[in-house]
């Protein structure tokens, strides 16, 4: 099976969580119609087979195609010679290409990053902010999404932390009646949150701020891969994102999009040598053409990590092959077994159910330190955050893997 193509294994022949032997689930839930699951991890996650990885939303592992991918360009990194400058720019052509297919923008509106925090910084330093502009970011989002519009004080304009609902969730009513208030020149929210999954209803924060004139500006990391998003079908100014968790890429990947009648109205604090359009040409670079490009690579620091944009590739190659609308079909199937022993107990969910929910499940059992070692002891890889233990499934995982997690998790009744 090695070496199989996206396509050969984008056939909707089996069901959710087939892999792995084991009784029939006991948990009454209707496993919607997708990829098959036990083929894929076999493929490109065989290391499964040991251990119950449910930490997407820290580190997303590489599938083997990636790896071998990786492998490979190594191999010819060794020997520069055997990679032009003519491979280098394709290989980061494609990443631009296949992210903008998988968020529904054109490759002109995506610059290659390194990180998330990179992009976000590009927003709180290229947007014309005034002094006196209000920045409004829901409490408790990831610091990423906070110190760069922290730092927005030495232009004069201030931070508005927006506080959370009683459930710690973003509180969109409450940002919505904040951007009445005309000094509020920018929203920037995570599209889903790190510790609970908070999925934010994108459209509705569009819509409320196209009409009051503020950017609307999205930390992505946590969302594109597992949760479907149509920039084609909603606006947003600019939006942020690294591969290394849900796009199962390598370190040092990232994109930042920025909405094309912006993308020239904006001018980079820190700029590249090759985000001027005289740089085109590598044999005539003293030219020095002050025009900056006209796309998004205007944006870009270059030199990139190009071992890591192309191992970007192949790993998007995969999620658009799945489907991001099936694998978050995938992800909701995950949880019914966790739901039922929380149900059960009466632990604490402190994920939103329906609509706002994500792939990320959070409980907060009592003695949540000692749960989470428990779940560590029996090879469940999750992760402590904000109180909760956070579950973070992706496409490869398994119904009988989220039930031994329920399993565990009652242990201690
Ligand atoms: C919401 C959010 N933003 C950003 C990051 C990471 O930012 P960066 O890619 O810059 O390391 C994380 C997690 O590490 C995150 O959960």
Known sequence: MKGERADEIDSAKGICGKAGAGAPSPFPFHPSPTYDVASLRSTEFPWTSSTIYLNNASIGPLPERTRLVLEEFNRRRAAPYLLPDRDLFAILAGSRRLVATLIGATPDEIGLT?????????AARALPFRPGDIVLVSDREFPANVY?????????????????????????????????????RAVA???????????????????????SGAWLVVDAIQGIGQVPLDLGRVEVDVLSCGGQKWLLSPWGTGFVYVRRTLVSALA?????????????????????????????????????????????????????????????????????????????????????????????????????????????????????????????????NTVEEMERVAEVLGAGE
Not at 155 to 182: A, F, K, N, Q, Y
Not at 191 to 209: E, I, K, W
Request: glycine share 8%; charged share 25%.
């Open 268 to 396: 980079p604090a820190i700029t590249g040598w090759l985000a001027f359009e005289g740089t085109d040409d590598l044999t005539q670079l003293t030219r020095y053409d002050s025009a900056l490009r006209s796309d998004a690579r205007r944006f870009e620091l270059m030199t990139l990590p190009y071992q890591d944009f192309a191992g970007l590739n192949p790993s998007l190659e995969l999620i658009l092959s799945l489907g991001v609308e099936r694998i978050a079909a995938h992800l909701r199937v995950l949880h019914a077994p966790v739901l039922a022993w929380a149900a059960r107990t009466g632990a604490p969910v402190t994920s939103p159910p329906g609509e706002r929910g994500s792939g990320i499940l959070c409980v907060a059992p009592e003695r949540v330190q000692e749960v989470h070692r428990r779940l560590k002891a029996a090879r469940i890889i999750c992760s402590l955050r904000e109180g909760s233990i956070r579950l973070s499934p992706h496409c490869y």
């Open 148 to 184: 760069p519009w922290m730092r927005l004080g030495d232009r004069g304009v201030t931070l508005e932390l927006v506080p959370t609902t009683p459930e710690g969730w973003p509180d969109e009513s409450r940002i919505l009646e904040r951007l009445r208030d005309p000094r509020v």
């Open 189 to 211: 929210v995570s599209q889903v949150q790190f510790s609970n999954g908070y999925a934010v209803d994108l459209p509705r924060l569009s819509a409320a701020t196209r009409e």
């Open 114 to 122: 390194v990180n998330t925090g990179f992009g976000l910084g590009i």
